[in-house]
């Protein structure tokens, strides 16, 4: 199985296992492909990459959605739509190299260049694909 699916799954709450974390830990392994722990920010960059068909180094939302709902079955196309959103950080409409450096330190947690298993279980946890991004209003008055 490919990088690209094995993470994809890991991103996905329709990948196989019993419990959460159990799965997730199964998925980080498959995907550390050099057996140390941690992943970097080339495996990040190359699981997008393999997205990007048409190979212009830009992801759009339908080609995202297509792949993740058609080609590697990796839940509903909402759950795409949310990732997607949340992927592409700066909001222009595809995912580039760009959102790359704010994905990757989303997942690390302590900075230091290297994704570990506890990171990546910890933040996964915090990604909530079967929910809708809401904006938090504050309702406090100065």
Known sequence: MTPIVLLLLALSPLALGSSE????AILFNQADQNKD????QADLRQIFLNF????DSSITQAEFVNDWTQLYTLGSPQEAATLFGR???DKDGA????????IFSFFDMDGNGLVDQNEFLTQ????RLDAPDTV??????P
């Open 124 to 127: 996964w946890g915090d990604l």
């Open 37 to 40: 722990g941690q992943l970097t």
């Open 21 to 24: 974390p159990q799965r997730e």
């Open 87 to 89: 992927a592409d950080t």
């Open 136 to 141: 938090v209003v504050s309702t406090m008055s």
């Open 95 to 102: 995912i580039t190299d760009k959102d790359l450096p704010a």
């Open 52 to 55: 990007d068909v048409n190979k």
